[in-house]
């Protein structure tokens, strides 16, 4: 099997290798993610990527890696790993682990869900993981953070979806673990919460010259969100949550009733 692995923190994320080392049980897995860390660059494509390819050897656990960092932007490395890099078209594309949760309407931010969507958008089943973790290490590389457990529910769902096809209209499993999770918890399929789970914060400067990144924060209290959630499973029932996301965003209704309306 050929496993197409990326990420949105960057090449040299513990997150990632984490993955790698998890996969590399399930068949040969071909890592190319960012040369720079891409939180929030969503599926974008910017054309100010400079699309360099650099060949790099990293040691994980005492073995040799050969990776791809690429100048881009995660669906950007996907792209590049499937058209450029990898010998044959791989059988999935897995993208994580990510430091921090990626749940409701703000995925289509995360550069994890992001990479994501792009495989499938090419036609390879593709699964986005992500760990809860505090803030506060969402930008970082910290050792502090243990990978083991959304490690192995990677592998697992990686093995689920090698085996089995998805039903129609799943084109990526979106795979959240809570931050005290054990290999031990339980996971349930939930629904993507319609409600924003961080809101942007103004930047704090003294005038518009000054240069300022729009923040976030956390919402409203994850007990608000709907049971059925992602939010509320990760956030308040501390399960591991696999969300089904489509590529297909058109709105759930009646289109033919839609035209009567728009047309008064």
């Given at each position: 099997?050929?496993i197409?692995?990326?990420?949105?923190?960057?090449?040299?994320?513990?997150?990632?290798?984490?993955?790698?080392?998890?996969?590399?049980?399930?068949?040969?897995?071909?890592?190319?993610?960012?040369?720079?860390?891409?939180?929030?660059?969503?599926r974008?494509?910017?054309?100010?990527?400079?699309g360099?390819?650099?060949?790099?050897?990293?040691?994980?656990?005492?073995k040799?890696?050969?990776?791809?960092?690429?100048?881009g932007?995660?669906?950007?490395?996907?792209?590049?790993?499937v058209?450029?890099?990898?010998?044959?078209?791989?059988?999935?594309?897995?993208?994580?682990?990510?430091?921090g949760e990626?749940?409701?309407?703000?995925?289509?931010?995360?550069?994890?869900?992001g990479?994501?969507?792009?495989?499938?958008?090419?036609?390879?089943p593709?699964m986005a993981?992500?760990?809860?973790?505090?803030?506060d290490?969402?930008?970082?590389?910290?050792?502090?953070?243990?990978?083991?457990?959304?490690?192995?529910?990677?592998r697992?769902?990686?093995?689920r979806?090698l085996?089995?096809?998805?039903?129609?209209?799943?084109?990526?499993?979106?795979?959240?673990?809570?931050?005290?999770?054990?290999?031990?918890?339980?996971?349930?399929?939930?629904?993507?919460?319609?409600?924003?789970y961080?809101?942007?914060?103004?930047?704090?400067?003294k005038d518009?010259?000054?240069?300022?990144?729009?923040?976030y924060?956390?919402?409203d209290?994850?007990?608000?969100?709907?049971?059925?959630?992602?939010?509320y499973?990760?956030?308040?029932?501390?399960?591991?949550?696999?969300t089904?996301?489509?590529?297909?965003?058109?709105?759930?209704?009646?289109?033919?009733?839609?035209?009567?309306?728009?047309?008064?």
């Amino acid at each position: 099997m050929q496993i197409l692995l990326t990420n949105d923190d960057g090449i040299r994320s513990p997150g990632l290798w984490a993955a790698a080392e998890a996969l590399s049980a399930l068949g040969w897995v071909t890592v190319v993610a960012p040369r720079e860390q891409s939180s929030g660059a969503g599926r974008s494509l910017p054309s100010t990527s400079d699309g360099i390819i650099t060949e790099e050897t990293i040691t994980v656990h005492g073995k040799p890696w050969k990776v791809y960092a690429v100048g881009g932007t995660p669906a950007q490395a996907v792209q590049h790993g499937v058209l450029e890099i990898m010998p044959q078209r791989p059988d999935l594309v897995v993208s994580g682990i990510n430091y921090g949760e990626n749940l409701a309407t703000g995925v289509t931010i995360s550069g994890t869900v992001g990479a994501a969507l792009e495989g499938a958008a090419l036609g390879i089943p593709a699964m986005a993981i992500s760990l809860e973790t505090p803030k506060d290490y969402h930008f970082s590389y910290s050792t502090d953070v243990d990978f083991s457990t959304a490690a192995y529910f990677t592998r697992y769902f990686a093995e689920r979806m090698l085996s089995v096809p998805l039903p129609d209209d799943v084109y990526v499993l979106k795979v959240d673990v809570p931050w005290r999770a054990s290999k031990d918890t339980p996971w349930r399929v939930t629904r993507l919460s319609r409600k924003r789970y961080y809101r942007p914060v103004p930047p704090e400067r003294k005038d518009w010259s000054q240069p300022g990144l729009v923040g976030y924060e956390p919402g409203d209290p994850p007990e608000t969100f709907d049971p059925e959630s992602d939010v509320y499973a990760v956030r308040v029932d501390k399960v591991v949550s696999v969300t089904p996301l489509s590529l297909d965003l058109t709105s759930r209704v009646d289109l033919k009733a839609l035209e009567r309306l728009l047309k008064g």
